[in-house]
């Protein structure tokens, strides 16, 4: 091991959520595991990020390794608080980024407002043209550029976009630009369209590199300002950040490609459930990540989460650089439940947010949720609330809810809440429908892996809604995002467009491509401070039958594939997909994939639930009793999970504790522990 390299030792893992900054701190020498929850300052996240270390005892100069999952660009985007940016494009296509696809943000009504990233007036365009094969049709007017570049700076941009036409098949054109940039510009950011994302699509590629100019000073101000607070407490080692992708990349080189930081939070709790799930022996999961504000879910096959080149962020808004495919609803503890105007009860997407927060948070909110629904109907504890600034009577929660949604419905307080709660299970449920049914899988061969804080306590009746047999709950639920830092591989996405029918595909040049992807992501890995176990390549292709829009992901054995091989696995998954077969149809190679993965160093993952704490008995563990309310009041026991005995057997109803969340056993379910820690909840009639 290099000085700066650490693949042991101490590893800090550290998410910046909306609300908490949480920490894992992983010590393999002594066989020890810290955790930490501050209050994320949304000012500065760095400050909530020493805060955490602080919280922790983690003397900062002794770590190895720190791991960051990072808001900054998912927050900028999302409220469009970006940077000034201009940007330079092909002549006559300055408004590729706002016509987009045709599409409307309602798909009903003449109405809808669309802002593009980039305002007209900073748009530019000079003369050159590329064909879609590559060949020169207009020569790159350099004076031209160089004055556009001159105007951009007068209007104050910070950022600089070159996007021009067909780069992706030939990209000496903005190569050149980029030289000249670089002489020009006052400062590093600079985006070549074909640099992010060497696909074809003009508009996709377009947003993609907007985007990642608009973040890119944020980003390079924060991890700059963080590694300084660092660098001046000792720590002197390399400290990663998490992509999308589910790796994560020095802090060094991320802010070049920081569109890929964009849904990293998300990431890294997906990658934390596969871990799980892998040393588990439930390879397939479908992930269930309830906050505050939404609800975020993923799938997992075989120990691997789905990642996909096409996420939308918001209307018109497509970034396509690979982001762990994660699907995003409304319904999060905040979320508001009201009666509208023709008296139905509507639950979402509304949100209390942080601030007020719900009733129950004690900070001034008057409207009823998800939190204050579970709370009335005793199945969250009053006075554990991470959240809570001042304890609410559960009579004042009672009152808002027999006036606000009792009185209209006809019903009692406690049958408003739980009809809140089921509607607010239909809607996550319709979630986890998206990333399994619509895609061909079905949700009855997977186990339902719940986290965040308020996960575990609709889990149960998720996976009932669903026919998902089993709930597979991970030792800290409510900080799995920061575990996944700790336990994410260095990873490396690289994108190639092909794009002709698969019979005028050359193979060998084909072959040559995949080669120059693996020996650049493995060179990239190589160069990280950062040791790994083993190297892992991915290749893949999309794919489609000649005429259609949309494209298939085709994994691939080996980077070395025949051309009747290639059709063999598309038609073979296109049939998995859409059950129909189109012999008669030519199939096109499209794109080019390869994912390039280092893999560190096992975790033990038993750590994370201090042994000693653990009781002899079940009973032991119990700390009491209360009424909770499933289709009417039932007494249950109430358990605290650190002392549940490593062997405990759980039959429901039960209530089950922790620090970080709250584990609702229906009755008839039953729970087992493993030798991880985990808790395995078998719904009741499941094999």
Known sequence: MTETAASSGIVAGIDVGGTFTDLVLYDSRAGAVRLAKVPTTLDNQSTGVVGALDAAGAEIAALDLIVHGTTTTTNAVLERALCKTGLITTMGFRDVLELGRRTRPQAYGLKGSFRPLIPRDLRLEIPERMDASGGELVALDEPALRDAIGRLKAEGCEA??????HAYANPAHELRAGEIAAELWPNENITLGHALLSESREFERGVTAAVNASVQPLLRRYVERLADRLAARGYRHELLVMNGNGGMVSARIVAKEAAKTVMSGPASGVMAAAYTGRRAGIPDLLTYDMGGTSTDVALIRGAEPAVSHEIEIEYAMPIHVPMVDVR?????????ARVNAAGLLQVGPESAGSTPGPICYGRGGTRPTISDANLLLGRMNPEKLNAASAQVS??????IFAADLGVPLGVSAEDAAAAVLRIATAKMADAVRMVSISLGEDPRDFALFAFGGAGPLHASAIARELGVPRVLVPARPGITNALGCVVADLRHDFVNTVNKPLDLVDIEALHAVFARQIETGTAAINAEAVEVEEIRVLPSVDMQFIGQTHLLRVPLPGPKPTREELRAL????????????????????????????????EIDLGLLIDAAGRRATLAEAQTGSRRVWFDGWVETPVYWRDHLPATAVIAGPAIIEQMDTTIVLEPGDSAAQDQDGNILITLKGAA
């Open 328 to 336: 995003t609803v409304g319904a999060g503890g905040g979320s508001i």
């Open 394 to 399: 559960l009579d004042t929660i009672r009152t």
């Open 160 to 165: 600089l976009v070159i996007h021009f036409l």
């Open 570 to 601: 598309f038609e073979a998954a296109y049939f998995r997909r859409f059950q129909v077969e189109l012999p008669e149809i030519r199939p096109a190679l499209v794109n080019v994939n390869t994912s390039v993965i280092g893999r560190r160093s």
